[in-house]
């Protein structure tokens, strides 16, 4: 029989940046209104009797250096059992803007290594990393569209790298959002490519589910 791996007593965080902050630092404090939140609405439906505790530490507009600076603050003091990144297209974004900072893929792999180590150091979390993600299926070569799908393999394939290194359990985001777009198109599941609306944020909610059930 299947079994959820987060067990009574336990402690789960989110990290992340807008799409994990989802308004919970506003009128929808403390969790906000996105995957976090319906994710544990869904533990708390399907495993009543487990007191699981959840806290959400996203922030709008984060990148990699952004986690790295707050990581202690907002990850490690509370030392969690349980912890998910979903973090990047912010890093990517300002890579490809004309006059912001960049976050090269090469800084994007050194923050986000740096981070997995100093939890790995300093706490006994198991660590769920989420792929970044654009929802979209633009093919012209000279739209910004076609230039962010290009270049977040890249990002993608540092998730992969960090993964495998430090042994972290991954969802496969994109890939699982563009099989989504082959059946239906992108405003089903979100507004713009980048922030998922109800619909895209349960798939989210949903595959957390699916990768922390044990067959």
């Known amino acids: 029989m299947s079994d959820f791996v987060v067990k009574d007593g336990q402690l789960f965080l989110f990290q992340g940046d807008s799409i994990t902050d989802a308004g919970r630092r506003g009128a929808n404090a403390p969790y906000g209104v996105g995957y976090a939140s319906m994710f544990r609405e869904m533990v708390i439906a399907n495993y009543p009797e487990r007191a699981i505790r959840f806290i959400n530490k996203g922030i709008g507009g984060d990148k990699t250096v952004g986690l790295r600076d707050r990581w202690e603050d907002d990850v490690i003091r509370h030392q969690p059992n349980w912890l998910s990144i979903l973090i990047g297209i912010n890093d990517l974004h300002t890579f490809l803007l004309n006059g912001q900072p960049c976050v090269t893929v090469d800084l994007y792999r050194e923050a986000y290594s740096d981070i997995l180590a100093m939890t790995k150091e300093k706490t006994d979390a198991q660590i769920l990393l989420i792929d970044p993600f654009f929802i979209s299926v633009a093919t012209s ?75």
């Open 141 to 215: 070569e000279d739209s910004f569209r076609k230039r962010v799908l290009d270049t977040i393999v890249e990002y993608i394939a540092v998730v992969d790298e960090m993964a495998e290194e430090y042994g972290c359990m991954q969802i496969k985001l994109h890939d699982i959002y563009q099989a989504h777009l082959k059946l239906r198109e992108a405003e089903t599941f979100c507004n713009e490519p980048v922030h998922p609306g109800h619909a895209g944020h349960i798939i989210i909610a949903n595959e957390m589910m699916k990768a922390l059930t044990a067959d």
